[in-house]
């Protein structure tokens, strides 16, 4: 009797086991499959959260498909008690090994409101963006020129927000100038940025930063990251470019970055530098010009004029062979890669087309001919007709 009574209790036993182990999987299982959001969702984490109220949140939102899951998961990793207050995007079909890691690890906030200061080659501004969860982008709602005064309610409440995520954007081809300038607008950092850093040194990018943070240290992250860019691009580089040092090249991707703003003419507007210096040709090119007028400090809104053509200084590449002696901007990481892998081309002119582009030609009879192009467009938009330009 003891021995069936032993038996049987085994049996159950191992049927009980053998059920845990069974439950055990399924629920790992679970835990690190696709979650049943087919949109990219945003989680507000309350400040003082609990995963025991969040996790049915999450449940309601369609996140998650098993909340008890959820906490169960979070607890075995140890990190139940770690929510970090703030709003997080969630990818679709996160599993809920990725949620738990999302909600937990902290840093900016990833979706909800966001606040971006724009620092631009003509002028700067702050943008108020909200998360549109089902498109997973950030959609404008209010935009404003810090230099026009106070900032509006909604953007200062954004600001002052605990985790709101605050960004500071910088433009291709803004000068260092410029860059050290528009911090200094930028309400929410703190700190003087110091000496305005070396030209083509700081690389445009966009940041997260929190309230408070300082400006010099910013500057020298910006640094620290076109360093690198420059760095692996030199690398990288063919064998035969006519560049003595990563510097020079780092000039060249600034004239190119200044040269045009079209993504696929980068590599064949730098073969065409690249191809002049080879022949021992002038780059002949106005931004250059245009920043030895005004030393990076501003734009001109004007066109260049005949003496300021004709006048020798170390940044007129009509009057000077070679490269002038610093980059003219800060170029940001396609115009450096152009630099560094110019087109296979034997161009040697560009003039505008009228498109937003560029017409490229190999003789000057060619060029000539764009360039009358050029001119009866601009007559027809009753445009000004600038002087004639042989590099761009």
Not at 73 to 94: C, E, M, T
Not at 231 to 260: C, H
Not at 309 to 332: C, D, F, K, M, S
Request: charged content about 25%.
């Amino acid at each position: 009797m003891w021995r069936a009574i032993a038996s049987n209790f085994l049996t159950l036993l191992i049927v009980i086991l053998l059920g845990v182990a069974i439950a055990v999987a399924w629920g790992r299982n679970q835990y690190d499959a696709p979650g049943p959001s087919a949109v990219a969702q945003c989680v507000e984490v309350p400040q003082g959260g609990r995963l025991n109220e969040l996790s049915q949140q999450l449940a309601q939102q369609g996140v998650v498909r098993y909340p008890y899951i959820l906490r169960t998961g979070a607890d075995y990793a140890g990190k139940a008690g770690s929510l970090k207050y703030g709003s997080y995007l969630v990818p679709p079909h996160a599993t809920m090994r990725e949620v738990v890691d999302t909600i937990t690890a902290g840093g900016p906030s990833t979706c909800g409101t966001e606040v971006v200061f724009r620092v631009g080659v003509r002028d700067n501004s702050v943008v108020l963006r909200d998360m549109n969860p089902e498109s997973g982008r950030y959609e404008e709602r209010i935009k404003y020129d810090p230099a026009s005064g106070e900032a509006p309610e909604a953007v200062v409440q954004a600001i002052d927000k605990p985790g709101a995520r605050l960004r500071i954007a910088v433009a291709e081809g803004a000068t260092s100038w410029q860059v050290v300038e528009g911090l200094k607008q930028a309400g929410f950092m703190a700190g003087a940025p110091g000496a305005v850093p070396p030209e083509g040194s700081l690389a445009p990018d966009t940041y997260d930063v929190e309230r408070g943070a300082d400006r010099r240290k910013l500057l020298a992250q910006m640094a620290e990251r076109q360093a690198a860019t420059l760095a692996a691009a030199w690398e990288a580089r063919p064998f035969g470019l006519p560049y003595q040092t990563p510097e020079e090249a780092l000039i060249m991707a600034s004239i190119v970055e200044k040269e045009t703003g079209v993504p696929d003419e980068r590599r064949r507007v730098a073969a065409v530098f690249v191809n002049r210096l080879r022949e021992g040709m002038r780059l002949q090119t106005d931004p250059t010009v245009i920043y030895g007028v005004t030393g990076g400090q501003g734009v001109l809104d004007r066109g260049l004029r005949r003496s300021e053509l004709v006048r020798r200084t170390p940044y007129n590449t009509y009057q000077i062979e070679g490269l002038p002696p610093t980059p003219i901007a800060n170029p940001g990481k396609a115009a450096i890669e152009a630099a560094l892998n110019p087109e296979d081309s034997d161009y040697l002119f560009f003039v505008a087309d009228g498109s937003g582009g560029h017409a490229f030609a190999r003789t000057l009879e060619e060029h000539n001919a764009n360039v009358a192009r050029w001119r009866e467009i601009e007559r027809e938009r009753g445009e000004s007709i600038p002087a004639p330009v042989q590099g761009g």
